[in-house]
């Protein structure tokens, strides 16, 4: 068995709390990740990743690969943040796999970020072990994105079904279904 | 075409580049080495260290809004609404650095200070100093983990100070 090389992965991390912002910098940095760029709250996160977008060699980075942020924050906080990548005209990235840190772990919480298109949510307190478990399970079982007259975001069904379990209606070969590769 | 089906669901598939980046295009299992893992924890368990310090300049400023709810009374909204973010921040971390117990009275102070409609009372502001008394006893203890004994009893007294104030309110 290999091991990752995060050495060319850019993380984002929008984190208030100094105090779990450098933990979390550092973990990350300890694992291998090759850049992470830290920013304090949802607002600055949107403002580095307009500059990615209109200026990727002032800021030395290309393309964010994963965006990592907390969901209580002021002024803007994750959820806003989320929207703003999933929905915004500027946003450079539409797809970026979003980890939602959040110790707000009831049910209707963790419903409200998924219909907004969260990828993973790492609740807290987290340790090593959980923020690792969130990159592999965004680099190995990634999921295909959905958009429909409601909905933008990774596809809320992890699981695969059986044909006769199946309780979507419509599938690849349905009218009105398009599919998009890349 | 277009116009006749109008589409419902988009589905968009993408290439894994993630895992190209990160795993290279050789098939097979991929895993993070044990050895990063063991250092990141290891990096984690040394920055807990600084935790008590940390957590002790935040309950410092928990007792100057207590302070402040005793004082000035119309205050009291505000300082509830204060209290109540930073019972949220400290009951996200003081698992992570080794201080359950942390969490758990943050938890439950956080659980009480969320803003209802009517007049805070003193009862309510009595029972703030003894989330927050219970804290302090944790942080100069160094009570780590469960906390055995010592854990037990700061959770009972803490239990008895809930029930009664309730009970009076």
Not at chain 1, 111 to 133: C, H
Not at chain 2, 12 to 25: D, I, M, P, S
Request: hydrophobic share 35%.
């Amino acid at each position: 068995m290999s091991a990752y090389d995060f050495d060319r992965v850019n993380i984002l991390l929008a984190e208030d709390s100094p105090f779990i912002r450098s933990l979390l910098v550092s973990s990350l940095k300890v694992l291998g990740v090759g850049n992470v760029f830290a920013v304090e709250h949802g607002g600055d996160a949107i403002h580095f990743l307009q500059r990615v977008k209109n200026e990727p060699m002032k800021v030395g980075v290309q393309q964010i690969d994963i965006v990592i942020s907390n969901w209580d924050m002021h002024p803007v906080d994750g959820m806003m943040l989320l929207r703003w990548i999933r929905r915004h005209k500027d946003s450079p990235d539409r797809f970026v796999p979003f980890v939602m840190i959040t110790s707000y772990t009831e049910p209707e919480r963790i419903l409200q970020a998924r219909e907004m298109g969260v990828t993973e949510i790492l609740a807290k307190p987290f340790t090593i072990k959980n923020i690792g478990e969130k990159l592999i399970s965004i680099i190995e079982r990634p999921r295909q994105f959905v958009h429909t007259k409601d909905f933008f975001g990774p596809d809320r069904r992890r699981r695969k079904y059986d044909v006769a379990t199946e309780r979507r209606i419509l599938n690849d070969k349905s009218e009105g279904v398009e599919i998009i590769r890349g | 075409m277009a116009s006749k089906n109008p589409v419902i669901v988009r589905f968009y598939r993408f290439q894994n580049r993630l895992r190209e980046k990160t795993a290279g295009l050789a098939p097979g299992n991929t895993s993070i080495s044990p050895e990063a893992l063991e250092k990141a924890q290891k990096a984690l368990s040394k920055m807990s260290e600084d935790y008590p310090d940390w957590v002790s300049g935040l309950i410092v400023k928990l007792q100057e809004q207590h302070g402040r709810c005793v004082d000035s009374p119309e205050m009291r909204r505000d300082c509830f609404e204060e209290i109540n973010h930073m019972a949220h921040d400290m009951k996200g971390q003081g698992g992570t650095f080794g201080y359950p117990l942390i969490t758990s009275f943050a938890d439950s102070l956080y659980g009480f200070t969320i803003q209802r409609p009517g007049d805070i009372s003193d009862n309510q502001i009595e029972l703030v100093k003894a989330h927050v008394d219970a804290m302090r006893a944790v942080i100069r203890g160094r009570v780590s983990g469960s906390g055995g004994e010592i854990g037990e009893t700061l959770s009972t007294s803490l239990n008895d100070a809930i029930a009664k104030y309730e009970q009076t309110d």
